[in-house]
């Protein structure tokens, strides 16, 4: 089930749109989080153009089909628009031997969905990866807020990005921190530090910067960190609160 991560990440409350970050820490997997997302917008009808450079449409796929549909399917109706982000880079570097112009094609996405859909998700499932394919921390962080600033624009809309391995000797950790810093929800995900357990398979850590703009929370100047063990499973995740397991 996928119903606990969403909660967590305040998917389901009605918000202005809104910026997730998720972060991996210490090279801890945490493409489960994309996935209970990908889910959740499946079964709410709510259209999402997912740009991958970390895990293929057949990795989503087989996860799907576990949990009950059939990315395929959906990709056919037009309700799920899988971009494969990295293949593009590649081919554009291999071509043009310079940067493609990738703000209007995710764009270009967005605005023919909007034709039938009143809101359009979008989940970027490993920024951190775009420094594999030789770009700059100007530009990544560029990519970033143009993607945000088109997505946010809409309202009851969100923008997932996932920070890949942000590790704090690595450029990716100081740009896990700059979007972290526009977010309105921040997951960080991490191992356990004991190693490998039966029980649960590591730590999550949630805080809600975005927050501090809300008038209902204004008065909280302290918003503390909210810390939960989680457990995977073939259908979804479980999360527990700690001292529980």
């Not at 499932?125 to 807020?145: I, M």
């Not at 927050?211 to 909210?226: N, R």
Request: with cysteine; hydrophobic share 40%.
């Amino acid at each position: 089930m996928s119903a606990d991560i969403v909660t967590l990440l305040h998917l389901d409350k009605v918000l202005s749109s809104k910026l997730v970050v998720v972060k991996e820490i210490n090279r801890c997997d945490s493409s489960f989080v994309t996935s209970c997302v990908l889910n959740y917008c499946i079964k709410n009808k709510a259209a999402v153009v997912l740009v991958s450079t970390h895990n293929s449409f057949q990795h989503y796929q087989n996860v799907g089909l576990k949990i009950n549909y059939n990315l395929q399917r959906y990709v056919d109706t037009g309700l799920v628009d899988f971009f494969n982000f990295g293949e593009y880079c590649i081919n554009s570097l291999l071509t043009n031997n310079k940067l493609p112009e990738l703000i209007p094609k995710i764009k270009e996405k967005i605005e023919l969905m909007r034709h039938k859909h009143d809101t359009v998700n979008v989940i970027l499932d490993g920024v951190t990866h775009l420094f594999d394919l030789d770009y700059s921390l100007k530009e990544v962080n560029l990519f970033c807020n143009e993607l945000i600033k088109i997505v946010t624009s809409y309202n009851n809309s969100f923008v997932l990005c996932h920070c890949n391995e942000a590790n704090e000797d690595d450029v990716s950790y100081l740009m896990a921190n700059l979007l972290a810093h526009k977010a309105h929800t921040v997951l960080e995900v991490e191992n356990l530090p004991s190693g490998w357990s039966a029980d649960v398979a590591g730590h999550l850590t949630i805080t809600y910067p975005g927050l501090k703009f809300d008038s209902d929370h204004m008065h909280i100047m302290d918003i503390k960190p909210s810390r939960y063990l989680f457990k995977l499973f073939d259908r979804g995740v479980k999360l527990f609160a700690p001292g529980t397991v």
